[in-house]
Each structure stands twice: as C-alpha cells, then as structure tokens.
C-alpha cells in the first residue's frame, strides 16, 4: 500500500536539514528529498523576493482597503475632489495633478509605515497639504528631467532648421545652382544628421529611465515619509546615498520601476480610447475616479512596498 503526504500551507522555520517536496508553479512536483517517515507533514514555501511577494499579496489585497467603511469613505471623497477639479472650465487651471499626485504621496507613507488604513483622508487641511507637496513634486521631477526636455527641444528647433534648408535646396536647384542630388541631399540631412540625433536622445533617455528615475524615487519615498525636505532632492549628499541604495538594491528596484511602467501605459492607451471616441461628458465623470484607482492608488502602492523593503533593510532610517 502507498504511503501519501499532506501538503500544509502553514508557515513554519525551515529545519536545517528539511525534507521536502519541491513544487513547479503549476503544482508539478520538481523534487523530493531521499528520506519519509510515514507521518511526516510539508510546509509550502514559495521561494521569492521579500518585495516581490509583497507586490503579490498587494495586488491580491487590492481592493481590501476600500471594503473597510473608512477607507471606502477617504477614497470617495478623494475621487469627488478629483472629478470636481477635472470639470472642463477648471481642468485648465491644472489643479487635480497636483492634488492626486500629493495623495499618491500620502498613500506611499501609509503603505510604507504599514498604516491600519493605508487609504488617505482628504480632509480641509490635507487637501491643501496634498496639492503643495504635489505640486513641488511635478516642479522638482521638471527639473530633474530639464536637460532631456532641453534636448528635445533643440531637436525640434533642428526639425525647422532641416525644413529651411530644404527651401533653399529647392530654390537653388530651381536656378540651377545646387551642385549636389536630392538623393545625397536627403541622405546626408535625414540619415545622417537624423541619425546621430536619434541616437544622442536614444542614449540620454537610456540614462534617465535607467538610473535618474530611481534615484529620484528614492528621494521620493524619504520626503513621503517625512526624513526629508524638499531641498533633498537637490542636495548632493542625499543623492549620493540614494545613488548607493539603489546599487544595494537595483533589482528590487527595477521590479517595481516595471510594475509602474507597465500601469503607465495601460492607463495611457485608456485615455487615448476615451479621447478618440465621443465620450467627453463619460470620460469626464469616470477617468478622474479610474486614474485615481489604476493608476495613482497602485503607484503609490507599489512605492510604499518599495519604501517598507528600504525600512526592513535598514537603509531607511525612522525616528
């Protein structure tokens, strides 16, 4: 008669010599060690990162917060506050970006500290504590990215210049004077010019999404915490250890700089279909509400799960 072996999901301390079963992701069994007793039990440990597994569980929790009264009551009225301010007369003033990227902050705080309630209040006196420290944010990430916006633009400044010179090709050639083709003409402009331009922004945008941003987030998360001020994103000591952290720790980092990236772009290709269809009265009423989830509430999710794994590692410091 066969022997059979109980898999229990209980977390246990690992022995230091186990016996064990090995499972795939599907719940294939990967290996088994050489020795049973016939009432042994397994426990089930899921091999993975601390921050990953977080990340996980985070997804999975998601809505937990709002099925509690508090948090479904604080995330009402943050979504109210973010239609109103989305209103096509006020929109232009560019007051919701401020305010929900200051809750956002709020909530990488609550989610770092571990808060009971991670979902923030937007009381009379937050809403404006949430809309300035907004608002330094968008300046300060501005200007960390000033000399790829600089370049940007001095590239489109060279778009004009190409149209320019294109006139006086034209006019040349229609004189007669012009002792070069339009095929050498448009290889050297559009080829080679292009080509170098390209590969200039190509290597200074590698730059900026591979090393700038973490380091900006890293200062972020302190300055949602309240260790820092404001001048830290400017300080070159506070960079210098935000620059250390992330070597520590850069593919814990990048994981998280993935999950944002990707709720990016699904949340741009929303927008986009809700601005190319007629839906203007829709989108004014739902996509307020629905950046405020998707968007925002799991950034900051995934930045305070950032900010706890910095804490548990001890390159955070609380006082």
């Known amino acids: 008669m066969g022997k059979y072996y109980t898999i229990k999901g209980e977390e246990v301390p690992l022995p230091e010599s186990p016996n064990f079963i090995s499972l795939g992701k599907k719940g294939s069994i990967e290996k088994v060690s050489t020795r049973f007793s016939e009432n042994d039990t397994f426990g089930e440990e899921e091999i993975t990162s601390e921050v990953i597994r977080n990340l996980k569980l985070s997804i999975k929790d998601f809505f937990a917060p709002l099925r509690e ?3 479904r009551s604080n995330f009402k009225v943050a979504a109210l506050i973010s239609t109103l301010l989305s209103v096509p007369f006020i929109k232009w003033l560019g007051l919701n970006e401020p305010f929900v990227r200051g809750w956002r ?30 608002l330094f944010l968008i300046i300060s990430r501005t200007i960390y990215f000033l000399p790829f916006v600089i370049i940007t633009f001095l590239s489109g400044m060279g778009i004009l210049g190409f149209i320019s010179e294109l006139f006086s090709y034209i006019m040349e050639n229609f004189i007669g004077t012009s002792k070069v083709s339009l095929i050498e003409f448009l290889i050297e402009k559009l080829i080679i010019d292009a080509g170098k331009d390209f590969l200039i922004k190509l290597v200074l945008l590698g730059f900026y999404v591979v090393f700038v941003w973490p380091i900006y987030r890293i200062i972020m998360i302190h300055y949602a915490l309240g260790i820092y001020r404001e001048g830290a994103f ?9 620059v250390g952290m992330f070597k520590r ?13 990707s709720v990016d772009v699904i949340m741009i290709i929303s927008s986009f279909i809700f601005t190319v269809f007629p839906l203007s009265l829709v989108s004014w009423i739902f996509l307020p509400t629905v950046f405020l989830i998707f968007r925002h509430w799991v950034k900051g999710h995934a930045y305070g799960i950032l900010g706890k794994y910095l804490i548990a590692n001890d390159e955070i410091q609380l006082s």
């Open 249 to 261: 720790h850069a593919s814990v980092i990048y994981g998280v700089y993935a999950l944002v990236i």
């Open 69 to 71: 009264k508090e948090g």
């Open 234 to 242: 400017f300080s070159i000591s506070k960079i210098r250890a935000a």
């Open 105 to 134: 902050l709020e909530v990488v705080k609550q989610v770092a500290l571990d808060a009971e309630n991670p979902v923030p209040p937007s009381s009379s006196n937050t809403v404006f504590r949430y809309f300035f420290k907004g």
